[in-house]
């Protein structure tokens, strides 16, 4: 009989949800949510005496349906909804991490963050001394474009003030802060087409690109992955398939071409550690290794606290066993400012 883990608990209660309405579905869904940022397994929890409503999202009725099958668990795993498929929870990523006490400290800087410039709720101070607390040596501001209107994305007078205010920041920068990179997340269409002018893009350190619209296409998306690889502006690839838990599946593609054109570039896709997208996946993550493609780390965070989830994203590289020299992460600051300078543009 399995052990029952966080993830089979989120995904039972992701299915009594489908079962309820009104206010018990809603805190049902919430919980089953709640339960990827659960620090510790539930059935230790109970095996230790302690009540599970200590759990985030957890009420007297929930913890009764929990109880019943940590109580008596079910012969086999719950099946996963596609829609919930192969997502970590923190309790599982901090004990891959625990098997290789070196991989996170190897961790320079994370490349994905949004600040209150677009719908983060962190100034750009705040989000650096986020990273001070971690250890990071950069951190890097990518808020959204000024297409995505409803992110609060932001056009090239608004990147211009950005750029002075990370520019002062930095020049202000005292003991173990870390160094500041401007980046923004470029909305790119399916035909690879960014919403920002050339001297604009250029202006930056390094630019994520990222598709935000047509992410329930059910037809092969390969042509539009390729397209937005050969923009000359782009570096990496933002949360790539586009997925979301419990709400979208995401993209399909011819993977192996997508990863090979993007190792041929010398450009990285991502590994968006936000707990509800953790995209790309282990499963692409081995394709990625396979095709000798390098791998970005971004939290995606929109609250200074969200760094934190840098560690969905460790646990996803270390588990598909990428190689650390093919974590742009990894990388000293003048050695991914080396890689950014040599990026191949078409």
């Known amino acids: 009989m399995p052990l029952v883990s966080n993830a089979d608990l989120a995904e039972l209660l992701a299915g009594h949800a489908k079962k309820e309405s009104g206010v018990r579905q809603k805190a049902l869904k919430r919980a089953a949510r709640s339960a990827f940022l659960w620090t510790e397994e539930a059935r230790e929890i109970v095996g230790s005496g302690r009540g599970l409503t200590e759990l985030h999202g957890v009420g007297a009725f929930i913890e009764q349906l929990l109880l019943k099958v940590l109580e008596n668990p079910p012969s086999r795993r719950p099946t996963r909804d596609p829609l919930r498929r192969d997502f970590l929870t923190l309790a599982e990523a901090r004990a891959i991490l625990s098997r290789d006490s070196g991989w996170a400290k190897r961790v320079h800087g994370d490349l994905h963050m949004h600040s209150s410039w677009s719908d983060g709720s ?73 919403d920002m002018q050339k001297n604009c893009l250029t202006s930056l350190d390094f630019v994520i690109g990222s ?83 390098k791998v970005s780390l971004g939290t995606d965070a929109h609250h200074p606290w969200q760094l934190e989830f840098i560690e969905f994203g460790l646990a996803a590289a270390l588990k598909a066993k990428i190689p650390a020299d093919r974590i742009v992460n990894f990388m000293p600051l003048p050695e991914f400012k080396k890689w950014i300078a040599g990026v191949q543009r078409d």
């Open 211 to 293: 598709f935000h619209s047509a992410l329930r296409s059910k037809e092969d998306q390969t042509e539009r992955y390729l397209a937005a690889l050969r923009n000359p502006c782009l570096h990496i690839l933002g949360h790539p398939r586009g997925r979301v838990y419990n709400y979208r599946l995401g993209l399909s593609a011819d993977w192996a071409r997508v990863f090979a054109e993007s190792a041929r570039l010398d450009k990285a896709v991502e590994i968006d550690c936000y707990p509800d997208r953790q995209d790309l996946n282990v499963d692409l993550l081995k394709l990625a290794r396979a095709a000798g493609t």
């Open 122 to 194: 962190g100034s750009v101070a705040e989000m650096a001394e986020a990273g001070k607390e971690l250890g990071h040596e950069y951190i890097a501001i990518s808020d959204h474009s000024q297409g995505l209107k409803i992110a609060g994305g932001i056009d090239e007078a608004q990147v211009a003030q950005q750029a002075r205010e990370i520019k002062d920041l930095n020049q202000k920068r005292e003991g173990d802060m870390p160094v500041v990179l401007h980046s923004i997340e470029l909305n790119v269409n399916p035909r690879g087409e960014g």
